[in-house]
């Protein structure tokens, strides 16, 4: 993100009269049908003033997401915050686990998040002001069988979030991970249908036994309330926190 407002609440002057970069402008990155992103990126433009740019640079190659952050920092004239949101799933038992799965799950899920966070930490160091949030996973706590990349990738995060933050600690910068449980998103909507019928199951025993069983909420995460903790953690009042892994797993992980 650039440094001109993309939400201003997160954004005010502390006491001693300093000024916090405002939050203008984005930069995004992701799969998909070119048409469907076109719209989303003009979505955000439209909807809440700012500029937005895209990136297509692939997260299986380290030089294109150090090229990624650059571009935006020279478009935008900084790039104040920083959200490594990318992420993959493979299942299966580690003995028939493909060789090029793991490499992609692990390149994607924690590979990317190195470069752009060893990318953007100059420039925030500079200006003595920056905001990293990893997306880690309740994975990221605990582990689940036949999930060996993903949940090595997440714990990966969770610990590149502690080392980076202790580095950056007094140079205005935190670095925090999210950790959710199943969030209510398109995708998980899509597996249902195919679960009921592989089940047996109704759509509701597929929700509450099968994809909400470590859950005790009962309740998927929402997308609303990902980006509430992301703000929050944006803003001066977050300034202590740093070096957090925090879970919004509906209390998963403090089972």
């Known amino acids: 993100m650039g440094r001109d407002g993309f939400d201003k609440r997160v954004v005010r002057a502390d006491g001693d009269g300093a000024t916090r970069p405002a ?6 990155n992701g799969l998909g049908d070119a048409a469907a992103i076109e719209q989303g990126r003009a979505g955000i433009e439209k909807d809440f003033g700012v500029k937005c740019r895209y990136s297509d640079a692939n997260m299986m190659d380290g030089a294109a997401v150090t090229a ?18 990318a992420g993959i799933q493979h299942v299966a038992p580690i003995e028939a686990f493909p060789d090029d799965k ?7 899920n924690l590979l990317a998040a190195f470069y752009a966070i060893k990318a953007v930490v100059p420039g925030m160091k500079s200006r003595k002001w920056g905001r990293i949030i990893n997306t880690a996973s309740a994975h990221a706590l605990v582990a689940s069988p036949f999930k060996s990349a993903y949940v090595s990738a997440k714990h990966g995060i969770s610990g590149l979030t502690k080392t980076v933050a202790l580095e950056v600690a007094q140079d205005g910068i935190t670095v925090n ?3 959710p449980g199943y969030v ?20 509701e025993q597929v929700k509450h036994d099968v994809l909400l069983a470590a859950q005790p909420t009962k309740e998927f995460v929402t ?32 089972q």
């Open 23 to 28: 939050l203008d402008h984005v930069t995004i």
């Open 177 to 179: 991970a999210i950790a």
């Open 223 to 254: 997308v609303e309330e990902l980006a509430a903790l992301t703000l929050f953690l944006c803003s001066d009042a977050a300034k202590q926190i740093t070096g957090t892994t925090l879970p919004m797993d509906g209390g998963w992980t403090a």
């Open 184 to 203: 209510w998103t398109p995708l998980v909507e899509k597996q249902i249908p195919d679960t009921m019928k592989a089940r047996g199951m109704t759509e």
């Open 102 to 108: 793991w490499e992609a799950i692990i390149r994607i």
């Open 68 to 85: 990624m952050v650059h571009d935006a920092e020279e478009a935008f004239g900084s790039l104040d915050i920083l959200v490594n949101n």
